[in-house]
């Protein structure tokens, strides 16, 4: 368990950089991710042969639902990494372990115990910390600008957290690698439907789009095709609270790599805030 939740750390920071490099070569975010799921495709249809696909009507009905909300939420998430600092966009992700405390309340069932539920609530009070210096010396442009952009990603992480309450159920009722192949199917399906008023421009953005940045694209499928394995792994033996707790504990990757490779400003206070989400990341891990 502890080196799935490590890997998929390791592999949450390193796809968040490539989306941001990608972004800053001004791909466009419906090519990106059209282009990541279809390299996804082949992958996942191998990787989930020898289980069949034999499986419930309600394990379908929650691979679909699950691939939907998640691939929209990617889609608002990443515009919303157009115009924010990796350092603070991915300690945003605290606000998860909430959402999913409340989501996985409503729809699983699951109640964390009280030190649980304390660590997700120190979590929060780090992205506090962290956010903070956002509302300082912004013009009223600018700051219209920071609400659409945190309202872009809190609409995002809202909807693919919600999405991982039905990936949970359906990888609970089958196997791992059948759910991530449904939803990198039903992800891309939505992604397509999405861009059915111009088809002409889809294919010719993602034939430019591959053709200036292959390796890089190439790269981003095969990182967020492992990630989302591990990522249901996980959920299929944990709480989904403690789960995006857990992932929290990445958080200091991501801010030291905004700021190493991107010149990000701020570091040591968003560093200060990265520590406070981690204590909290710890304490569910200790005793949650």
Same mark, same amino acid.
């Given at each position: 368990? %502890? ?12 796809? +968040? ?10 791909? !466009? ?24 696909? @034999? $499986?419930?009507?309600?394990? $379908? ?7 939907? =909300?998640?691939? #929209? *939420? ?12 990796? /350092? ?32 997700? *609530? ?9 956010? *903070?210096?956002?509302?300082? +010396? ?5 700051? !219209?600008? #920071? ?5 872009? !990603? &809190?609409?995002?992480? /809202?909807? /693919?957290?919600?999405?991982?309450? &039905? =990936?949970? !159920?359906?990888?609970?009722?089958? /196997?791992?690698? @059948?759910?991530?192949? *449904? ?12 861009? @059915? ?5 889809? @294919?010719?953005? =993602? ?26 792994? %996980?959920?299929? +033996? ?5 789960? &995006? ?16 490779? &991107? ?21 569910? =891990?200790?005793?949650?």
């Amino acid at each position: 368990m %502890i080196w799935l939740v490590v890997s998929r750390l390791v592999l949450s920071v390193s796809g +968040n950089a490539v989306q941001k490099r990608l972004l800053m070569k001004e791909v !466009r975010v419906r090519p990106l991710w059209i282009t990541t799921y279809l390299l996804m495709l082949l992958p996942a249809f191998v990787l989930s042969a020898s289980d069949g696909w @034999v $499986w419930p009507a309600a394990f $379908w009905g929650n691979v679909f639902l699950g691939g939907v =909300l998640d691939a #929209v *939420g990617n889609l608002a998430m990443v515009a919303a990494l157009r115009s924010t600092d990796l /350092s603070v966009f991915g300690p945003l992700n605290a606000f998860r372990p909430v959402l999913a405390l409340l989501f996985g309340w409503m729809f699983l069932g699951e109640t964390p115990s009280l030190s649980g539920g304390a660590g997700v *609530g120190v979590t929060v009070l780090g992205a506090m910390l962290l956010l *903070g210096e956002r509302g300082g +010396n912004t013009g009223r442009g600018s700051r !219209r600008e #920071v609400w659409k952009v945190l309202g872009l !990603r &809190f609409a995002g992480l /809202s909807l /693919s957290t919600l999405g991982a309450v &039905f =990936l949970k !159920r359906a990888a609970v009722l089958g /196997s791992a690698e @059948v759910t991530l192949t *449904g939803w990198i199917v039903c992800g891309l399906g939505c992604l397509l439907v999405a861009s @059915v008023g111009g088809e002409g421009k889809t @294919v010719a953005g =993602l034939k430019i789009t591959w053709q200036g940045h292959s390796s890089w694209l190439a790269g981003h499928a095969l990182i967020f095709f492992v990630m989302q394995w591990f990522t249901i792994r %996980i959920f299929q +033996n944990t709480l989904l609270a403690y789960s &995006f707790a857990w992932f929290q504990l990445g958080m200091v990757l991501q801010v030291i790599t905004g700021g190493v490779f &991107f010149k990000e400003p701020a570091l040591g206070r968003r560093l200060a805030g990265c520590v406070v989400m981690c204590l909290g990341s710890a304490l569910v =891990l200790w005793k949650g």
